[in-house]
């Protein structure tokens, strides 16, 4: 009987044993991808993630207009964030400031209250500043590359 316990005993060690080094032997392989071919799995460099460039960004001081409105006038508070294309853009936008703050200024009195309340309107109002800043400052300059013009306040009392 004794015999026969030590027999199991040793038994199950060597099982063990073998589903540990099995174990082992599959974690030390499964680093590399089973359907990878060996050639690019030996000495090959892990891929760097694509470069993404930061976005670029022009905050502007707030504006207030005053909307005029059939019953009665309204005032419309709204912050106003540019995303440029590039720095040159940025530049070209902060040299300009006075001339970007009157179109803004034109583009935003000239709305009327109905429709800037609504999403379809405040993305129509978007897409006029993006088109009025985008015309060029000056005749031998091209206009600068704004790629969205974000909301970071819209208040309309």
């Not at 015999?3 to 680093?31: C, D, E, H, P, Y």
Request: proline fraction near 8%; charge should be positive.
């Amino acid at each position: 009987m004794l015999r026969l316990l030590k027999f199991i005993l040793l038994l199950i060690v060597i099982i063990g044993a073998s589903v540990g080094g099995t174990m082992l032997f599959l974690n030390r392989t499964s680093v590399t991808s089973p359907a990878a071919p060996a050639a690019q799995t030996t000495n090959a460099a892990p891929a760097a993630p694509p470069v993404v460039p930061a976005p670029i960004f022009a905050e502007l001081e707030p504006f207030t207009v005053t909307l005029y409105g059939e019953t009665r006038n309204r005032i419309l508070y709204t912050a106003i964030t540019l995303r440029l294309a590039d720095d040159a853009s940025r530049k070209q936008i902060q040299d300009y400031m006075p001339e970007v703050r009157d179109r803004i200024l034109k583009v935003l009195s000239a709305q009327e209250l109905a429709r800037i309340q609504t999403p379809d309107g405040r993305q129509a109002l978007s897409t006029a500043i993006k088109t009025e800043l985008s015309r060029p400052f000056a005749a031998q300059l091209p206009g600068p590359q704004v790629s969205d013009v974000l909301f970071t306040a819209f208040v309309v009392q």
